[in-house]
């Protein structure tokens, strides 16, 4: 029998614990479907990071081209998609007088119908007011506006222009002669204004139309809504929509905050400075503030315009800097910092929700930005969180908020909603 070697045998020995120690602690095999793809199907080396990327890029891709088709589709029914949504804002706002009167025995439609009338005389009126007090203070003010063209006309001549009475006809002239000759294009215009407001009119009344019925039957076309769901889906949407409603209704009374702030604000200023017609402007920027943009734009020059007729420019700029500072308190201060926690959104959510709006729809998407933004950020967390389960809202005999508890026709069995 040979010997080995005593230095080989050693050399054989320490090779045989290595290798019983790499086997007792190696790690399992991993499968080929657990290791990281680095060869693409055309044999090409693709780094990790560069394929994350990519399918995030394709995905994001979709929802943008997906989200923009929606929109698109939406601009074009949009006489029929603006006039529902005021009647879901208005309906969230005047839900609550609707249930006061049914809490006191008032039946369904006539206290429906008491809401819906009350609210339309209450803004008739005020229009009413603020018409014939504007109407009665300008004509009491015209021989100031006469007196300010003449000033105007004073300055021209007199001030560093130096124009003379005839240079000034013939600027008159010339102007009359491009309307007459746009004349064309004038006419276009009007027949636009006035297709547009033969569309508000329309819109105006799909609002009150659809008001009513939110108001009379909401719970049963929201239940026809959520019928329309999987089971397994039903009791999720229902409590989302729920707390969605909830958060708008938030959302609608804090903008009447608002609103009543900017009027009190610029009232108060028009009356300090002896402005007429402060009361009437109040209501004016009241209603104005609903309108985003325009509204403010529209009520502040109104407010300007007095002062500078009836007290002259250094009260205009006075009146003007009142405006400016109180629609900046109200962007800045009460839009972000008291809406904000009300619909449960961040202040700069709140800027950037007015802001992108503004850019994708105009006044509209100004208008629905923020109470879209906040139903959607309530739904998704409530169903983030699984919070159906646990909500009594949506326990078969659950009513929709400032409701009564109407009967729930071929509700699913509780275990088949899980």
């Not at 994350?52 to 601009?75: N, T």
């Not at 409603?245 to 009543?260: E, I, K």
């Not at 950037?352 to 923020?370: E, H, K, M, R």
């Amino acid at each position: 029998m040979r010997r080995t070697p005593v230095g080989q045998g050693r050399e054989n020995f320490r090779r045989a614990v290595s290798l019983r120690g790499a086997e007792r602690f190696a790690l399992p095999p991993v499968a080929a479907a657990d290791q990281p793809q680095s060869m693409s199907a055309n044999g090409a080396e693709v780094p990790f990071a560069v394929r994350i990327a990519a399918s995030w890029a394709w995905r994001v891709g979709l929802i943008l081209v997906v989200s923009a088709a929606i929109v698109y589709l939406l601009g074009q029914i949009s006489l029929l998609v603006i006039p529902l949504s005021i009647a879901g804002l208005l309906a969230s706002l005047l839900l609550p007088v609707t249930h006061f009167l049914r809490r006191y025995g008032v039946p369904n439609g006539l206290a429906v119908g008491m809401t819906v009338l009350g609210f339309i005389l209450a803004i008739i009126l005020a229009l009413s007011l603020v018409g014939r007090q504007l109407a009665l203070g300008f004509a009491n003010l015209w021989g100031e506006v006469i007196a300010g063209v003449r000033q105007i006309q004073d300055w021209l001549s007199q001030g560093p222009l130096g124009l003379t009475t005839a240079q000034i006809d013939q600027y008159l002239r010339d102007a009359v002669d491009t309307v007459q000759n746009n004349s064309s294009s004038i006419v276009s215009s009007a027949l636009s204004f006035g297709s547009s407001a033969g569309h508000f009119a329309a819109g105006a009344l799909l609002t009150v139309f659809a008001l009513i019925f939110f108001l009379l039957e909401g719970q049963r076309i929201w239940r026809f809504v959520v019928g329309l769901a999987p089971r397994a889906a039903r009791l999720a949407i229902d409590g989302a929509g729920r707390r969605g409603w909830a958060s708008m209704a938030s959302y609608v009374r804090v903008q009447m905050f608002v609103a009543f702030v900017d009027a009190v604000g610029i009232g108060a200023g028009a009356a300090i400075l002896g402005v007429p017609l402060a009361l009437p402007l109040g209501v004016l920027v009241f209603l104005g503030s609903f309108i985003p943009i325009v509204g403010a734009l529209v009520t502040g020059f109104v407010a300007v315009i007095l002062a500078l007729v009836a007290n002259g420019w250094v009260n205009a700029l006075i009146m003007l800097a009142i405006v400016l500072a109180v629609q900046q308190v109200e962007g800045h201060i009460l839009q972000p910092l008291i809406m904000g926690p009300a619909v449960a959104l961040h202040p700069l959510a709140v800027v950037l929700a007015v802001a992108g709006g503004t850019l994708l729809a105009g006044i509209p998407g100004a208008l629905f930005s923020v109470p879209l933004l906040a139903v959607t950020n309530t739904m998704v967390r409530y169903i983030a969180r699984r919070a159906w389960e646990t909500d009594p809202l949506v326990q078969p005999q659950a009513a929709a908020p400032g409701e009564p508890a109407p009967p729930q026709p071929e509700d699913p069995k509780k275990e088949d909603i899980t």
